[in-house]
Each structure stands twice: as structure tokens, then as C-alpha cells.
């Protein structure tokens, strides 16, 4: 009963390296999002994919790339990492249907930018 | 301002009393209103939500909406040690695939 599997759980990494961060749900939701949470900030929408093939912008996309590879796999990349994008990066998932659907979270990728 | 906004706390209270959280907003167009728990180290699990205003009760869990104030609480009642942890408010504009905007999160102790 896994949910969403988010890996790797932590990264260091210098100033312009690039990586990706991958998520995975097996609950064959339509929906898919990627979060980052900072002190002070709460969580704010970083793309979200409506379903699989296409992707949306959300609050702070900037400097971020995302991918849905297929249903179940949607992964973040950075391709020239900053300090400002230390933070802990969350997946989550959820139906696609009218009315409340819950969003389901992983437990996070904790990332360091040195 | 930001478009919700919540007291990040730490809020400590002793075990058995009644806890109160709460969030305001500016946006008229959220609809749906819900309640994460956040323990350390771990990802948001959804408590309750609410669709547009009035209460729900889940448990010792209650929530409440009031859109004419744009105002959201949280009533925990015979708090416990376990519900230590950080509680987020979020929202959303309508059903479909939007995402969430949410709250900075309440920092909660819960005292034995």
C-alpha cells in the first residue's frame, strides 16, 4: 500500500548541477502535482499535470522542468541548481473528477543547494 | 497579503483542552476548504475538508467555514499528545485538477 513514492528522500547538491526528483502513485490517479515547502512559506505549487500528456504551470515554476512519463510517473528536474531552491519538495496526486477529490502527498525530497 | 494566511505558532496547550486553529483569506472564489496534518518529517495527510461554508464534525475533530468573513477553523476537542504536529489550512477555487493554495501551517505541542 505504497501511495506516492517519492525518491531519492535526501540530495546535496553544488550550485549549477542538475537533477531530477521522481514520483511515482499507484492508485491510478489522473492528476499529479509537484510542491515545495520552505520555512515561513508554506507549500506552494511549483506544475501540476491535469493528466497524462500535458503540464501546467503553478505558482513558481522558474527554474524547474517537469515530465509526466506516463500515468503513474511525473518527476521535477532542475537544471542548473541555485541556493534558493533549497527546500523540501513534495509529490502529490489525486483524481481528476468534478467535485472534491483529496490530494494524496509522498513524504518528500529534502534538497540542499551548497 | 498574501491570499491565505495563518499563525504559524507554536501554539502549546496542556492535554484535554480544547485547541483552536484558525485561517483567513482574501480570494472569494475558493470553494473547498481543508485541514492537513503534517508531522515531522512527513508529508501532508488530509484530516477534513469542507465545501463552501458550515461545519463538519469527524470525531473529536470539528471544522468550520464562514465565507461571508473568509474565515476557517479547526476544533480539536480533548486534545492528545499524538496530535502534536504542524496543522496546514489549504484551499481551492473549484473541483477538477487545480492545485491547492495553502496556509503557512500552525506549529501544535500538545503537553502531557
Known amino acids: 500500500n505504497a501511495g506516492v513514492t517519492q525518491t531519492p528522500k535526501f540530495q546535496v547538491l553544488k550550485t549549477g548541477q542538475s537533477m531530477t526528483l521522481q514520483c511515482a502513485q499507484d492508485?491510478?490517479?489522473?492528476?499529479m502535482y509537484w510542491y515545495r515547502q520552505d520555512p515561513g512559506m508554506g507549500l506552494r505549487l511549483i506544475y501540476y499535470?491535469?493528466?497524462?500528456?500535458?503540464?501546467d504551470k503553478g505558482e513558481v515554476p522558474n527554474g524547474y522542468n517537469v515530465s509526466r512519463l506516463n500515468k503513474r510517473e511525473f518527476s521535477l528536474r532542475l537544471e542548473s541548481a541555485a541556493p534558493s531552491q533549497t527546500s523540501v519538495y513534495f509529490c502529490?496526486?489525486?483524481?481528476?473528477?468534478?467535485?472534491?477529490?483529496?490530494?494524496?502527498f509522498g513524504d518528500g525530497t529534502r534538497l540542499s543547494i551548497l | 497579503q498574501k491570499e491565505v494566511e495563518q499563525d504559524p505558532g507554536p501554539l502549546s496547550v496542556p492535554e484535554g483542552a480544547i485547541v483552536s486553529l484558525n485561517c483567513t483569506y482574501s480570494?472569494?472564489?475558493?470553494?473547498?476548504f481543508m485541514w492537513y496534518r503534517q508531522y515531522s518529517r512527513k508529508g501532508p495527510e488530509l484530516l477534513m475538508y469542507?465545501?463552501?461554508?458550515g461545519n463538519k464534525e469527524d470525531g473529536r475533530f470539528t471544522a468550520q467555514v464562514d465565507k461571508s468573513s473568509k474565515y476557517i477553523s479547526l476544533f480539536i476537542r480533548d486534545s492528545q499528545p499524538s496530535d502534536s504536529a504542524t496543522y496546514l489550512c489549504?484551499?481551492?477555487?473549484?473541483?477538477?485538477?487545480?492545485?491547492?493554495?495553502f496556509g503557512k501551517g500552525t506549529h501544535l505541542i500538545i503537553q502531557p
Open positions: 480570494n472569494s472564489a475558493f470553494q473547498y
Open positions: 492508485m491510478n490517479h489522473n492528476s
Open positions: 489549504a484551499m481551492r477555487r473549484g473541483g477538477g485538477a487545480d492545485g491547492l493554495t
Open positions: 469542507t465545501y463552501s461554508s
Open positions: 502529490a496526486s489525486s483524481e481528476a473528477r468534478q467535485g472534491f477529490q483529496p490530494q494524496h
Open positions: 499535470s491535469a493528466s497524462e500528456g500535458t503540464t
